[in-house]
């Protein structure tokens, strides 16, 4: 079996700032992703990738940015906080086409 | 677009009791998505509970099951006698195509015993 980490698993930040979220998967899959849970929403894509150096934009992009510099690796950058926002970031991993794998989230919190 | 709808935010059940878990899709992008039902259990990461890629079809595990009905474009989950342990957020989701899901809003299950 495989693993995904995701670090921070708490984020505290200013109103502002630039945060970057980190995931990293053992699993060997091609596609990542980022999805965004707000309380009560469901899970909204926000970047994914399907190879070592793609980005392709979800349906809420605006605001991020993402990077995948490696296949085992995909950032997430929150390009300035809003203030009182609070949310769980969500990174997965999948073979094409089949069943996606998550790792445990960031809870974001934004001062 | 593609959407998937959970018409319940939460649902209790008493235990040993059915349940049955709402889910309804809209697809333009193709035909046949595949369809899926992830669970979230208390203090773990979200999971893949089964999935049906074929309409008409049934998929089962851990007593629940759901079948793929292209006439009413829906995917409900059903258990016929729930358990403490089953207590959890169910997520229904469409794959529209090879590399995209979509979720739904998620039903938080609490069964009480």
């Known amino acids: 079996g495989g693993i995904i980490t995701q670090t921070p698993k708490f984020l505290i930040g200013q109103e502002g700032q630039k945060l970057t979220l980190k995931c990293q998967q053992n699993?060997?899959?091609?596609?990542m992703y980022w999805y965004r849970q707000d309380s009560g929403k469901g899970l909204r894509l926000i970047y994914y990738?399907?190879?070592?150096?793609?980005?392709q934009k979800g349906d809420l992009s605006e605001g991020y940015d993402a990077s995948r510099e490696k296949k085992s690796s995909f950032s997430l950058t929150v390009t300035s906080a809003q203030k009182n926002e609070m949310a769980v970031f969500l990174c997965?991993?999948?073979?094409?086409?089949?069943?996606?794998?998550f790792g445990p989230g960031t809870r974001l919190t934004v001062l | 677009g593609d959407s998937v709808t959970q018409t319940e935010g939460q649902v209790t059940v008493s235990e040993s009791k059915s349940l049955i878990i709402n889910c309804t899709y809209s697809?333009?992008?193709?035909?046949?998505?595949?369809l899926f039902w992830y669970v979230r259990y208390p203090g773990e990461g979200l999971q893949l509970l089964l999935k049906?890629?074929?309409?008409?079809q049934k998929g089962s595990s851990r007593g629940f099951e759901a079948t793929y009905n292209k006439e009413t474009t829906s995917f409900h989950l059903q258990k016929a006698s729930v358990q403490e342990s089953d207590s959890a957020v169910y997520y229904c989701a469409l794959a529209p195509n090879t590399d995209k899901v979509v979720f739904g809003t998620g039903t938080r299950l609490q069964v009480s015993p």
């Open positions: 699993f060997n899959h091609d596609t």
């Open positions: 049906v890629i074929t309409a008409g």
């Open positions: 697809t333009t992008s193709i035909a046949y998505p595949n």
């Open positions: 997965a991993s999948s073979i094409r086409g089949s069943e996606q794998f």
């Open positions: 990738s399907i190879t070592e150096n793609d980005l």
